[in-house]
Protein backbone atom coordinates (compact mmCIF):
# COMPACT_ATOMS: atom_id res chain seq x y z
CA UNK A 1 0.00 0.00 0.00
CA UNK A 2 1.17 3.23 -0.92
CA UNK A 3 2.44 5.67 2.18
CA UNK A 4 2.00 2.81 4.67
CA UNK A 5 5.34 2.33 6.94
CA UNK A 6 7.50 -0.64 6.37
CA UNK A 7 7.04 -3.38 8.52
CA UNK A 8 10.03 -3.94 10.79
CA UNK A 9 8.43 -6.37 13.28
CA UNK A 10 9.80 -8.64 10.82
CA UNK A 11 13.01 -9.11 9.51
CA UNK A 12 12.83 -6.74 6.31
CA UNK A 13 14.54 -4.97 3.60
CA UNK A 14 14.51 -5.96 -0.20
CA UNK A 15 15.39 -9.28 -0.78
CA UNK A 16 18.30 -8.20 -3.08
CA UNK A 17 19.90 -6.60 0.40
CA UNK A 18 19.27 -9.53 1.96
CA UNK A 19 20.96 -11.48 -0.06
CA UNK A 20 24.05 -8.85 -0.18
CA UNK A 21 23.83 -8.40 3.73
CA UNK A 22 23.24 -12.53 5.00
CA UNK A 23 23.83 -14.28 1.86
CA UNK A 24 21.89 -16.78 0.24
CA UNK A 25 19.61 -18.62 1.94
CA UNK A 26 20.69 -21.38 4.15
CA UNK A 27 19.81 -24.98 3.88
CA UNK A 28 17.60 -26.88 6.34
CA UNK A 29 20.10 -28.36 8.69
CA UNK A 30 21.76 -25.06 8.80
CA UNK A 31 18.79 -23.12 10.40
CA UNK A 32 19.28 -24.55 13.91
CA UNK A 33 23.02 -23.30 14.30
CA UNK A 34 22.51 -19.88 11.94
CA UNK A 35 19.60 -19.59 15.05
CA UNK A 36 22.29 -19.79 17.90
CA UNK A 37 24.93 -18.07 15.83
CA UNK A 38 22.57 -15.28 15.76
CA UNK A 39 21.32 -15.15 19.05
CA UNK A 40 24.87 -14.90 20.46
CA UNK A 41 25.70 -12.16 17.61
CA UNK A 42 23.21 -9.88 19.38
CA UNK A 43 24.77 -9.64 22.48
CA UNK A 44 27.94 -8.42 20.85
CA UNK A 45 28.42 -4.44 20.98
CA UNK A 46 27.56 -2.51 17.83
CA UNK A 47 32.09 -1.84 18.15
CA UNK A 48 32.45 -5.14 17.93
CA UNK A 49 29.92 -6.30 14.99
CA UNK A 50 31.77 -3.48 12.74
CA UNK A 51 34.63 -5.14 13.81
CA UNK A 52 33.59 -8.70 12.46
CA UNK A 53 31.90 -7.59 9.45
CA UNK A 54 34.60 -5.66 8.33
CA UNK A 55 36.85 -9.05 8.78
CA UNK A 56 34.03 -10.05 6.50
CA UNK A 57 31.09 -11.51 8.72
CA UNK A 58 27.84 -10.68 7.00
CA UNK A 59 25.78 -12.08 9.61
CA UNK A 60 26.80 -9.14 11.79
CA UNK A 61 26.26 -6.60 9.78
CA UNK A 62 22.54 -7.83 9.64
CA UNK A 63 22.46 -7.92 13.03
CA UNK A 64 23.80 -4.46 13.40
CA UNK A 65 21.50 -3.51 10.51
CA UNK A 66 18.39 -5.22 12.58
CA UNK A 67 19.13 -3.32 15.69
CA UNK A 68 19.15 -0.10 14.50
CA UNK A 69 16.48 -0.34 11.12
CA UNK A 70 13.70 0.80 13.53
CA UNK A 71 15.20 4.08 14.96
CA UNK A 72 16.71 4.86 11.39
CA UNK A 73 13.74 4.83 9.81
CA UNK A 74 11.75 6.83 12.57
CA UNK A 75 14.92 9.67 11.82
CA UNK A 76 14.29 9.39 8.13
CA UNK A 77 10.10 9.67 8.40
CA UNK A 78 10.70 13.05 10.98
CA UNK A 79 13.46 14.15 8.28
CA UNK A 80 11.65 13.73 4.87
CA UNK A 81 8.02 13.63 6.08
CA UNK A 82 6.91 10.69 3.70
CA UNK A 83 7.00 7.34 4.42
CA UNK A 84 8.18 6.24 1.02
CA UNK A 85 11.13 8.19 0.99
CA UNK A 86 12.23 7.19 4.31
CA UNK A 87 12.16 3.77 3.59
CA UNK A 88 14.27 4.21 0.65
CA UNK A 89 16.51 6.41 2.81
CA UNK A 90 16.88 3.89 5.38
CA UNK A 91 18.04 1.23 2.99
CA UNK A 92 20.39 3.18 1.32
CA UNK A 93 21.80 4.07 4.76
CA UNK A 94 22.63 0.61 5.33
CA UNK A 95 23.79 -0.05 1.28
CA UNK A 96 26.27 3.06 2.13
CA UNK A 97 27.08 2.08 5.73
CA UNK A 98 27.97 -1.55 4.24
CA UNK A 99 29.90 -0.01 1.47
CA UNK A 100 31.87 1.82 3.72
CA UNK A 101 32.67 0.14 6.63
CA UNK A 102 36.76 -0.12 5.35
CA UNK A 103 36.66 3.80 6.32
CA UNK A 104 34.92 3.73 9.61
CA UNK A 105 37.84 4.75 11.55
CA UNK A 106 36.42 3.90 15.07
CA UNK A 107 36.74 7.43 16.17
CA UNK A 108 32.68 7.74 16.95
CA UNK A 109 30.38 5.35 17.77
CA UNK A 110 28.87 3.21 15.16
CA UNK A 111 25.65 3.91 15.75
CA UNK A 112 26.70 7.91 15.18
CA UNK A 113 28.47 6.77 12.31
CA UNK A 114 25.22 5.49 10.81
CA UNK A 115 23.00 7.87 11.93
CA UNK A 116 24.92 10.63 9.97
CA UNK A 117 25.25 8.54 6.95
CA UNK A 118 20.88 8.82 7.28
CA UNK A 119 21.23 12.45 8.01
CA UNK A 120 23.20 13.28 5.24
CA UNK A 121 21.03 11.39 2.70
CA UNK A 122 17.98 13.03 3.67
CA UNK A 123 19.01 16.17 3.66
CA UNK A 124 20.47 15.40 0.43
CA UNK A 125 16.73 13.99 -1.02
CA UNK A 126 15.40 17.61 0.68
CA UNK A 127 17.66 19.85 -1.30
CA UNK A 128 16.73 17.64 -4.18
CA UNK A 129 13.22 18.50 -4.48
CA UNK A 130 11.42 20.34 -6.39
CA UNK A 131 11.11 23.94 -4.69
CA UNK A 132 7.08 24.31 -5.54
CA UNK A 133 6.85 20.95 -3.64
CA UNK A 134 4.49 22.07 -0.44
CA UNK A 135 2.62 18.68 0.35
CA UNK A 136 3.11 15.14 1.12
CA UNK A 137 -0.11 13.07 1.67
CA UNK A 138 -3.22 14.03 3.03
CA UNK A 139 -2.29 12.64 5.89
CA UNK A 140 1.27 13.11 7.46
CA UNK A 141 3.19 9.46 8.24
CA UNK A 142 4.69 11.30 11.18
CA UNK A 143 1.32 11.94 13.11
CA UNK A 144 0.61 8.38 14.21
CA UNK A 145 3.83 8.56 16.21
CA UNK A 146 3.27 11.53 17.39
CA UNK A 147 0.68 10.77 19.28
CA UNK A 148 1.38 7.62 20.57
CA UNK A 149 4.59 9.47 22.46
CA UNK A 150 1.68 12.05 23.37
CA UNK A 151 -1.26 9.69 24.57
CA UNK A 152 1.71 7.59 26.48
CA UNK A 153 3.42 10.91 28.06
CA UNK A 154 0.33 12.43 28.93
CA UNK A 155 -1.06 12.55 32.78
CA UNK A 156 -4.39 13.59 31.65
CA UNK A 157 -4.70 12.87 27.90
CA UNK A 158 -6.77 15.16 25.36
CA UNK A 159 -9.45 13.78 23.27
CA UNK A 160 -8.00 11.84 20.51
CA UNK A 161 -9.90 14.72 17.91
CA UNK A 162 -7.55 17.13 19.87
CA UNK A 163 -4.73 15.19 20.39
CA UNK A 164 -4.75 14.67 16.15
CA UNK A 165 -4.99 18.33 15.79
CA UNK A 166 -1.84 19.21 18.26
CA UNK A 167 0.03 16.68 16.44
CA UNK A 168 -1.17 18.22 13.43
CA UNK A 169 -0.10 22.00 15.00
CA UNK A 170 3.23 20.14 15.85
CA UNK A 171 4.78 19.11 12.72
CA UNK A 172 3.61 21.77 10.94
CA UNK A 173 5.95 24.03 13.72
CA UNK A 174 8.76 21.74 13.26
CA UNK A 175 8.53 22.53 9.29
CA UNK A 176 8.64 25.82 9.83
CA UNK A 177 12.25 25.11 11.45
CA UNK A 178 15.28 25.84 9.19
CA UNK A 179 17.06 22.10 8.27
CA UNK A 180 19.45 22.64 10.74
CA UNK A 181 17.81 23.40 13.86
CA UNK A 182 14.51 21.06 13.21
CA UNK A 183 17.26 18.09 12.65
CA UNK A 184 18.99 18.87 15.77
CA UNK A 185 15.85 18.75 17.49
CA UNK A 186 14.73 15.60 16.04
CA UNK A 187 17.76 14.48 17.18
CA UNK A 188 17.71 15.17 20.26
CA UNK A 189 14.05 16.02 21.61
CA UNK A 190 12.25 13.34 19.18
CA UNK A 191 15.11 10.84 19.24
CA UNK A 192 16.57 10.98 22.23
CA UNK A 193 20.35 11.75 21.41
CA UNK A 194 22.36 13.65 24.55
CA UNK A 195 23.93 17.01 22.65
CA UNK A 196 27.46 14.83 22.70
CA UNK A 197 26.36 11.87 20.41
CA UNK A 198 24.27 14.58 18.43
CA UNK A 199 27.30 17.12 17.82
CA UNK A 200 29.06 13.67 16.09
CA UNK A 201 26.24 13.05 14.25
CA UNK A 202 25.90 16.37 12.91
CA UNK A 203 29.73 17.27 13.43
CA UNK A 204 29.52 20.56 15.92
CA UNK A 205 30.53 21.03 19.21
CA UNK A 206 28.01 20.56 22.17
CA UNK A 207 27.48 24.12 22.59
CA UNK A 208 26.31 24.42 19.20
CA UNK A 209 23.55 21.17 19.57
CA UNK A 210 22.37 23.31 23.00
CA UNK A 211 22.03 26.42 21.15
CA UNK A 212 20.17 24.87 18.65
CA UNK A 213 17.95 22.93 20.13
CA UNK A 214 17.00 26.12 22.86
CA UNK A 215 16.49 28.31 19.65
CA UNK A 216 14.49 25.82 17.88
CA UNK A 217 11.91 24.93 21.11
CA UNK A 218 11.73 28.63 21.58
CA UNK A 219 10.45 29.29 17.88
CA UNK A 220 8.41 25.70 18.20
CA UNK A 221 6.66 27.22 21.38
CA UNK A 222 5.96 30.62 20.03
CA UNK A 223 4.25 28.50 16.80
CA UNK A 224 2.15 26.37 19.26
CA UNK A 225 1.09 29.71 21.08
CA UNK A 226 -0.08 31.39 18.35
CA UNK A 227 -2.13 28.32 17.16
CA UNK A 228 -4.11 28.16 21.16
CA UNK A 229 -1.36 25.51 22.44
CA UNK A 230 0.09 27.51 24.85
CA UNK A 231 1.86 24.58 27.40
CA UNK A 232 0.46 25.15 30.76
CA UNK A 233 1.85 27.09 33.27
CA UNK A 234 4.36 28.20 30.40
CA UNK A 235 2.05 30.90 28.43
CA UNK A 236 4.21 34.11 29.74
CA UNK A 237 7.68 32.11 28.61
CA UNK A 238 9.99 33.59 25.97
Known sequence: MAGAAPSFDKERLSDWIVLLYLGPRPLTHEVSSRFGARSAMSKRTDRELVDAARAGDR???????????????????????????????????FVRAYGALDRFDGRSEAFTWIYRIAVNLSLNVIRARRPNRKSFSTEDPRL?????????????????????????????????????????????????????????????????????????????????????????????AA
Open 59 to 93: EAFGTLMRRHQRRIYRLALHLLRDAAEAEDATQET
Open 144 to 236: EGVLVETRAGSASPLGDSENRELGRVLCEGMDALSDTLRTTLILVGVDGLSHAQAGDVLGCPEGTVAWRVHEARKKLKVFLVQRGFAPKGEEG
